[in-house]
């Protein structure tokens, strides 16, 4: 095939048996398991032996909220560029990537059907104990190894051209920095908390310091992130854990990951008051949440500052202070991104099923109130928040 | 001429000649007027009616205190692209380029004999009254140009793109931002001052904080730099000014251009304690000086805010206050780097004549001192030194 079409069934599996995953005489079980918004997911087994894979191809086009609007194609290598250049380092976090075909906007990838979306998961108050080590540990190695203070400034700044993303880094632009700071009409939200929407529209000092962030992601080409680490872009079991969907990969801000990830989990927190009723299950369950927090900032700073003294080869790394000044900026950095995150996903385009699936209304907006408020201590106060504990205390009722 | 070669005073005649920049039987006389040390450049002149051009052209080397190492062709381009993106908004503030040609890595443009090198011209304790505005405005006109809070996003993430320039930012990340603050090979001082250069190797406050200012360097693409902004690369006149040389153009913070060319007349001001005798020559000279740094400023941002009012395309150029917190970011980053850039020319690898060319080594030893603690302070104390006011006191003496 010399030019981009969507596949159907019939020729995901043609694909799948030229490039000789399953012989020419396998009995396959093929089905799109996609939701056909963004992507076509071909999940194929062979039936006898139970080996499967996982078929993934860009659709040039997005569907949100009913309409459509094009999208590069281009996506599927930023996606694929991604996972390999993670696989390099934390190759058991990541799907692996077996083909990639930049006509096709294709990816052949191993199927992760035995994982669970994170955010489905915690939403059900599931307790995974691996996933703070696993996503700090994820966050550190990816982001020293792309950064000056690992990579020689050629190779970076190489990378840096190979990972320059316009359409999708503009979602975020929009989506995230923008449009839920303004009354614009991708904003999505009920009229019962409107007085609250309409009183953070009117603050000035909250957007100042949103517009600094969003001037941080448009310019700071710290190391490479994965740009969408919610998590609806974490496959989990209780031992296992899969970074996925990086198709919004670029070099930014290296506290940017770990902001998204933290305001995912905190939102979880604040709808919890709705999903859990029994109180103490509750307080479990959000005990669990904080403590994710509070590890996979430990185990960040912890192997990002293995990694600095043990591989740093920029000149600085041996000067001390110098580590301490970066993951200072890189935390500071994380609680403003995570305020933007956390005000977005309740106010903009895309929202979180966490806080839309609470029934009781006057539950769901005193949550998605509870949820503007943090978010913009988040923003405002990030530099006073000096530690993880300070973070927590916005927000945690012991 | 379908690959490399040098031109010699004949192949560069049929060049323009071949480019109708003159007729085919004119007189023409011309000149290799480069140092020969990293490009040809050859002056062409019709000498019937005195019509004039430039032939620059990049050789492959670069030979600096008589080593000689490979150099990318490819800063032809930089330099080029520079002057054409510059010509946009500040057509009398840059030499026009009348061709470029990548293969042979030439520029033809032009012939600004007419004019002096500034460093020159301050060396000699001349006055040039335009030259504030025309700085203040070539910065303002191309940083804002440039910029997010200009350009669309993905137009500016194409400009980033390609100018994309390893070779030669490594250049100044190297011999701007380290080998200066560490006993470094290519480091050159006098052992007149080495006690002086050895305290500044143990100042590890001072080396953290250089470590930021590089870091800012590596990763803050803000906007197009000039990326070498001394007053070796400033053409003038009492009533014109040219930047030119600007094959390190590459998208990084905003004030650096700014804190370069500041750094380069203090170096001045404090090299003129021995340049011009008379004290109250001296004084005057100096005053003008201090009023250059000052107008410099006051010139750049009256224009950059008349820009962002009036042609900000960024939804938050809206938002009041997020202008000062851009100026105030850009400030604070021009001291830090004026910082670096008066430690590097003092004891790094590139001096300036400036203060090597005072004659009496006890004054020049003094004046080199002098400089090396300003820089120090000026990269300590950048966040308390917030007005240019601040800025000048540190170093005028009235």
Redesign the interface.
Known sequence: MAQYQPLTEETAVQLVIKLQYFREDATLKVKEIGDGNLNLVFHIVDEENGKSIIVKQALPYAKVVGESWPLTLERARFESSFLQKAAEYVPDLVPKVFHFDETLAIIVMEDLSSHTILRKGTIEGIIYPKLAEHIGTFVAQVTFHTS?FYLH??E???L??EF?N??L??IT?DLVF?DPF?DHETNDFPDGIRDTVEQLWQD??L??E???L??QF?????ALLHGDLHTGSIFVTKESTKVIDSEFAYFGPAGFDLGQFFANLVLNYISQEAHIEELEKRKQYQAYLVDTIRETWSHFTKQFTELWHSKGNE??TK????LE??LNKVWTDAVGFAGCEAIRRTIGLAHVADLDSIQDLDKQYAAKKKALAIGAEFIKKRKQIQSVEQFIELFHVK
């Open positions: 000056d400034p050629f970076k700044k190489q840096v051209k320059i316009p359409e880094c503009k632009e923008t303004f000035q000092e957007k100042r949103a517009a600094k969003k001037f448009l310019t700071q080409a710290e000149v600085y000067v001390p202070g110098t000044s970066f």
